[in-house]
């Protein structure tokens, strides 16, 4: 019936055995040569639109076809993050079995909106949850969901802070209120700027976001932040809520939570930590230090789709106190009542459908065992530390920031007749024009800085050493 | 190496194969067995949690050991959206290219926040809503990107017209402005939950959406927007946004939108259309009078993980104007400036990590082809009609809306000493209990109205006739 183009339904579902397997096939294909592909795509703007009609096809197209064009479209226009030389950003890489999981999930293919509309996947949901937060060392009392991105989890965490700001505020808004004063929000100089977001759109303003100072460490100065509060406060405004970073994007510096958490506690603020990068670090008894006093936060974000090798999207929001999530946001028409009083993930939210991504984490944590995860994330650690040793150790280059977790930071020194920003633009430039490795910038002190970040399932020993390589041959031949 | 629990990377990459091929059989067999499930979940709450170890593993398990956990733990769990039988709410059903994608989708794992970090994943996903938008008859005026889900698309569009209305909003923010009223927005009685959380996440206020009253089809009164604009003008407050729904999750009436289209241009208000159910019907010439209008939206949703067999989530939000869109939310810190000039997916949204979303589009559209689509699309109309005629002809019950698309609302007339709502409370509960059947329920004037919708890719006409007989028997023993 599928060739005819006239019907769609169980009856082509005979072929989905054999695309099942020339996908399987095309998959390892894919992994297998993965490594030997430029990290980076080559296409130039436009190049991949051009190759796709602009309509769709009215008749159904051979799968053979489609497998096709992924090699000839799609694969070339791919900066490949599952490469083992992606060092840019933060990693997001997947894993064999968060990639499984993802196959089994799209054809369940639940909807975790309400506790009825597939019970498993709710209290898997909550389960996983709770795993998270046992393996990085969390008290209990911390219960969570699952959002897309640390992002949309920062966003709702405001949201819920907005709330016990100004109590009213989901019944009578924040316009037109002669009583109300401006309501603000704290971050470091290198917050991430999904905190900017949140406050533009939660309807705080971007001008009511606070981005404080921090120390030579690029930590937050808590004096400072004690100071902006008490200036807000003493301005009539209506501080909502602190976000402490622990793993900066510019650099991972973590900043001081437990004194942090003193001056929230001093004005009654809350305390969120932005975790999305390190969290899992916290793991690691080594680490643990780095990550004194977030137990006192009132909402912890971090993305196992980062550094736990969980496919993308997978986000943990982490609460002390969930109600009050849902009294900022749930709402149940009478279309999804329900006869049960389960809670429902949809109240801590903005999106109602809600895809089965606990299966993923599950899958994971079962695949490797939290001591499988723990070797991987002390190996990077390690790798970045060695990284980080031979930038120390070459006098043209220098360390630009503390590695904490598996993050370099670093900047060459340049010659005469460069600046530092242009020299260190140039050799990036050269590195990630190579194809085997893939670095990102970040500026700190307004100053142009190449960052190294190690965070993939799949980078080993030997792509390190290849990323060392090539900024050697960079510092030869800079772009 | 995996085994020893020490170390997590490619070297696990042989079972891959072994283990993919597993699954594949396994999701064969959920497929072939899925009819004969529950298709509404049996488990009592906390069953599947106390099913699942509180801490995760220290050590790897046997994947053997995982699917079969799959067996006895989470099926029995699980609604099962993608059962032929599953009728309520709104269908999401994954068809056989849906699945395959997400699984090649998980394999190559890309992010689509920047068009460098996948040109193809940011063109492809701008031609598939080119692909959507034609498919529906709108012009290409329109442009859009792909969200997670409607709710978030709405919440997204509302930001965005917030702008419009308040210039400075995303500088200032809404709170502690004398010269500010308040900010309204409106839909009808029977507009999506989606509109009122996006009103309070946005911070607008709930008290501030207004209600419009509907007539006797469902369908918004264009003279009662027109006077609650113009009392909330009078009274200095700023009207942000009015959301038109074509396909109401109550009952998918359609709401006047040319008329409305009117007002809206008469008061400068913009105007966001709602199409995340009926959006995909737009593409049958017959149906294409009940859209008249909505191309003089400023927005406007339609989710293909509805009703177009596209697996969750994937939610189109089209824009005629998208600078307005990222003029509302845009922002763009150092470690993410990258030297292209291209378009950021982004800066339409909240969330900064994308999946790799367009995909699953790309592989349904040339699986089925339009026609294909379309065919599916009219089938499920004609089922819904041959459903309706059945309860039009029984004394015992009665439509309770017009039939516009594949959903049939109705009511059984209680016998002697029963209330209707009583009655029909019953009647679904008993539907419901036999299992090979799920129906949900709605309000319409304040009365239990049972729902039946068809919009899954694997519902065929036998399934229908199986949920009359269901509704037949229940007549007979109501719960």
Same mark, same amino acid.
């Given at each position: 019936?599928?060739?005819?183009?006239?019907?769609?339904?169980?009856?082509?579902?005979?072929?989905?055995?054999?695309?099942?397997?020339?996908?399987?096939?095309?998959?390892?294909?894919?992994?297998?040569?993965?490594?030997?592909?430029?990290?980076?795509?080559?296409?130039?703007?436009?190049?991949?639109?051009?190759?796709?009609?602009?309509?769709?096809?009215?008749?159904?197209?051979?799968?053979?076809?489609?497998?096709?064009?992924?090699?000839?479209?799609?694969?070339?226009?791919?900066?490949?993050?599952?490469?083992?030389?992606?060092?840019?950003?933060?990693?997001?890489?997947?894993?064999?079995?968060?990639?499984?999981?993802?196959?089994?999930?799209?054809?369940?293919?639940?909807?975790?909106?309400?506790?009825?509309?597939?019970?498993?996947?709710?209290?898997?949901?909550?389960?996983?949850?709770?795993?998270?937060?046992?393996?990085?060392?969390?008290?209990?009392?911390?219960?969570?969901?699952?959002?897309?991105?640390?992002?949309?989890?920062?966003?709702? @965490? &405001?949201? #819920?802070? *907005? !709330?016990?700001?100004?109590?009213? /505020?989901?019944?009578?808004?924040?316009? %037109?209120?002669?009583?109300?004063?401006?309501?603000?929000?704290?971050?470091?100089?290198?917050?991430?700027?999904?905190?900017?977001?949140?406050?533009?759109?939660?309807?705080?303003?971007?001008?009511?976001?606070?981005?404080?100072?921090?120390?030579?460490?690029?930590?937050?100065?808590?004096?400072?932040?004690?100071? @902006? &509060?008490? #200036?807000? *406060? !003493?301005?009539?405004?209506?501080? /909502?809520?602190?976000?402490?970073?622990? %793993?900066?994007?510019?650099?991972?510096?973590?900043?001081?939570?437990?004194?942090?958490?003193?001056?929230?506690?001093?004005?009654?603020?809350?305390?969120?930590?932005?975790?999305?990068?390190?969290?899992?670090?916290?793991?690691?008894?080594?680490?643990?230090?780095?990550?004194?006093?977030?137990?006192?936060?009132?909402?912890?974000?971090?993305?196992?789709?980062?550094?736990?090798?969980?496919?993308?999207?997978?986000?943990?929001?982490?609460?002390?106190?969930?109600?009050?999530?849902?009294?900022?946001?749930?709402?149940?028409?009478?279309?999804?009542?329900?006869?049960?009083?389960?809670?429902?993930?949809?109240?801590?939210?903005?999106?109602?459908?809600?895809?089965?991504?606990?299966?993923?984490?599950?899958?994971?944590?079962?695949?490797?065992?939290?001591?499988?995860?723990?070797?991987?994330?002390?190996?990077?650690?390690?790798?970045?530390?060695?990284?980080?040793?031979?930038?120390?150790?070459?006098?043209?280059?220098?360390?630009?920031?503390?590695?904490?977790?598996?993050?370099?930071?670093?900047?060459?020194?340049?010659?005469?007749?460069?600046?530092?920003?242009?020299?260190?633009?140039?050799?990036?430039?050269?590195?990630?024009?190579?194809?085997?490795?893939?670095?990102?910038?970040?500026?700190?002190?307004?100053?142009?800085?190449?960052?190294?970040?190690?965070?993939?399932?799949?980078?080993?020993?030997?792509?390190?050493?290849?990323?060392?390589?090539?900024?050697?041959?960079?510092?030869?031949?800079?772009?």
């Amino acid at each position: 019936m599928r060739a005819s183009g006239q019907a769609v339904g169980p009856s082509d579902q005979p072929d989905f055995h054999s695309s099942a397997h020339q996908l399987t096939e095309w998959i390892e294909a894919y992994r297998s040569c993965l490594h030997e592909l430029p990290v980076l795509s080559r296409v130039q703007p436009g190049d991949v639109e051009a190759a796709i009609p602009p309509v769709a096809p009215e008749s159904p197209e051979n799968f053979a076809r489609i497998l096709s064009d992924l090699d000839t479209t799609i694969v070339p226009g791919l900066t490949h993050w599952n490469h083992p030389g992606f060092m840019a950003y933060f990693a997001s890489s997947a894993s064999d079995p968060g990639i499984l999981a993802e196959f089994v999930t799209a054809a369940l293919n639940v909807n975790a909106m309400l506790w009825r509309t597939s019970p498993a996947a709710t209290e898997l949901e909550s389960r996983m949850v709770d795993w998270v937060r046992d393996f990085v060392g969390l008290p209990d009392l911390f219960q969570g969901v699952i959002q897309d991105t640390a992002s949309t989890s920062t966003f709702v @965490a &405001l949201v #819920a802070a *907005r !709330g016990r700001a100004v109590p009213d /505020v989901r019944e009578l808004g924040l316009a %037109g209120r002669s009583e109300l004063g401006q309501c603000t929000v704290y971050g470091s100089r290198l917050a991430h700027m999904s905190l900017d977001k949140a406050a533009i759109a939660a309807g705080l303003g971007h001008a009511n976001v606070r981005h404080v100072d921090v120390d030579e460490r690029y930590a937050m100065r808590a004096d400072a932040l004690d100071a @902006a &509060l008490a #200036a807000d *406060r !003493g301005a009539g405004r209506h501080p /909502v809520m602190v976000c402490a970073t622990l %793993g900066t994007t510019s650099c991972t510096s973590c900043d001081p939570v437990a004194e942090i958490a003193d001056v929230c506690a001093a004005h009654g603020v809350w305390l969120h930590v932005d975790a999305a990068y390190a969290g899992p670090a916290a793991s690691l008894p080594e680490l643990q230090p780095l990550f004194d006093g977030w137990q006192r936060a009132d909402s912890i974000v971090l993305n196992p789709h980062k550094w736990m090798s969980v496919p993308i999207d997978c986000s943990v929001l982490l609460g002390r106190n969930l109600e009050e999530f849902r009294a900022s946001l749930a709402l149940t028409p009478e279309y999804l009542a329900s006869d049960t009083t389960e809670h429902n993930l949809m109240d801590v939210g903005i999106a109602l459908g809600r895809r089965f991504r606990a299966l993923k984490l599950w899958f994971v944590f079962r695949w490797y065992g939290t001591n499988g995860l723990r070797a991987m994330l002390r190996r990077h650690c390690e790798l970045a530390r060695e990284f980080a040793a031979r930038v120390a150790a070459d006098p043209r280059l220098e360390i630009a920031a503390p590695v904490l977790f598996s993050t370099v930071c670093f900047r060459a020194i340049p010659p005469a007749g460069f600046t530092e920003g242009d020299w260190n633009h140039r050799l990036l430039s050269a590195v990630n024009r190579e194809g085997s490795i893939f670095l990102s910038h970040a500026e700190l002190d307004g100053r142009f800085t190449i960052r190294l970040t190690i965070g993939s399932v799949h980078t080993q020993r030997e792509h390190v050493e290849s990323a060392w390589e090539s900024v050697e041959r960079a510092l030869q031949h800079p772009a």
